[in-house]
């Protein structure tokens, strides 16, 4: 697709079998459906992004838990329509929600297959801490490694 147009916006309206569809788009596992309608109900806000002339869905992202924290995931474009800021403009999205909400901590964690998405999320506002954990279990089902040895 060389001429892409799209409408990105916050949208509850995008089912779990698009979002699984979309995540076997970039080779992700696709989870699980019912976790997907737990996600759209449940998140703070859900980013998405769809073909203008098709309505297909090209683009989510999630803003996870509370006013007090939050954390930007699963964020995915699809193959197709990547290299076209649908990405930037769902970040986007969802930092706007932060600052109409006030929410105060905001946090996420990136791909370390993709070390470009550091830079990505630096420009966008973030900056690295060195202070975070996460429970030993989430580490292992997300397949990241470890960066620090207990002490
Ligand atoms: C990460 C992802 C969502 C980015 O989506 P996207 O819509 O292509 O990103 P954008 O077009 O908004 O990119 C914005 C900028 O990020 C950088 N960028 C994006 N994709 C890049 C790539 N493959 N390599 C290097 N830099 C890249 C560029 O600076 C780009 O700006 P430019 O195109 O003007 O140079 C998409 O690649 C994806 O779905 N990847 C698989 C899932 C994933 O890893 N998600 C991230 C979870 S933390």
């Known amino acids: 697709m060389n001429n892409v147009t799209f409408l990105a916006r916050l949208d509850r309206s995008v089912t779990p079998e698009e979002i699984k569809n979309l995540q076997y788009s970039v080779g992700w596992s696709g989870g699980d459906l019912e976790d997907w309608l737990s996600?759209?109900?449940?998140?703070?806000?859900?980013?998405?992004?769809?073909?203008?002339?098709?309505?297909?869905?090209v683009g989510i992202g999630f803003l996870a838990g509370n006013v007090r924290h939050a954390q930007l995931?699963?964020?995915?474009?699809?193959?197709?329509?990547?290299?076209h800021g649908v990405a930037r403009q769902l970040v986007q999205l969802c930092l706007g929600f932060v600052?109409?909400?006030?929410i105060k901590y905001v946090g996420l964690t990136?791909?370390?297959?993709?070390?470009?998405?550091?830079?990505?999320y630096f420009r966008?506002?973030?900056r690295e801490i060195h202070n975070a954990m996460w429970l030993e279990?989430?580490?292992?089902?997300?397949?990241a490694p470890v960066l620090k040895e207990e002490q």
């Open 124 to 126: 966008a506002g973030f």
């Open 39 to 57: 996600c759209i109900g449940h998140s703070l806000c859900v980013a998405t992004a769809r073909d203008i002339s098709s309505n297909e869905l």
């Open 99 to 102: 600052v109409e909400h006030g």
């Open 137 to 143: 279990e989430s580490i292992i089902r997300a397949n």
């Open 73 to 83: 995931v699963d964020l995915t474009v699809h193959p197709r329509v990547q290299r």
């Open 110 to 120: 990136w791909a370390e297959s993709s070390p470009w998405l550091k830079d990505f």
